[in-house]
């Protein structure tokens, strides 16, 4: 295990409109505000055609291919997430939602592409006087965490 203190500073409230990207606008919001790590929470829904990262192809492959899911039509959304710098100082994103429509349900990471269906709504919890960075793993192909 690898931790590290850190202390709430701001607390923004968005809403994302229809079309948006989940990822990109909140990184883009992040850059602007001067926001380098936050907490998360999302609700609302997601359109047709969205695309969820849902595991790896295969757990025991390296580097690792990720599987992904489309969603064929709207669901209702509710998901939560970090955002760290990456080693170039980007703030990067890593948000899981859980994705609904009738008696089906999938989760998955929002890295793939979500685009909003109507509106998202974030709760996003500033966090300052963090080490935290997202580090390329050269072995796993993707940025961990590194506290």
């Not at 929470?41 to 390296?62: M, Q, T, Y």
């Not at 998901?79 to 009738?102: I, Q, S, V, W, Y």
Request: glycine fraction near 14%; proline fraction near 5%.
């Amino acid at each position: 295990m690898q931790y590290s203190q850190a202390k709430q500073g701001r607390t923004f409230v968005l809403r994302l409109e229809d079309g948006e990207v989940v990822h990109e606008e909140i990184e883009r919001f992040a850059r602007d505000k001067g926001i380098a790590a936050a907490a998360l929470i999302i609700v609302g829904g997601a359109g047709g055609e969205s695309r969820l990262v849902v595991g790896p192809e295969r757990g025991d492959a390296r580097p690792i291919t990720p599987a992904t899911h489309i969603l064929g039509d709207v669901h209702e959304v509710a998901g939560t997430g970090t955002l760290f710098p990456d080693e170039e100082g980007n703030p990067t994103l890593h948000l899981h939602m859980a994705c609904g429509r009738g008696d089906h349900t999938v989760t998955g990471c929002v890295r793939a592409g979500v685009k909003v269906w109507q509106i998202l709504e974030v709760i996003l919890f500033e966090l300052t006087d963090t080490p935290g960075r997202r580090v390329v793993d050269p072995g796993l192909g993707f940025k961990l965490l590194q506290t």
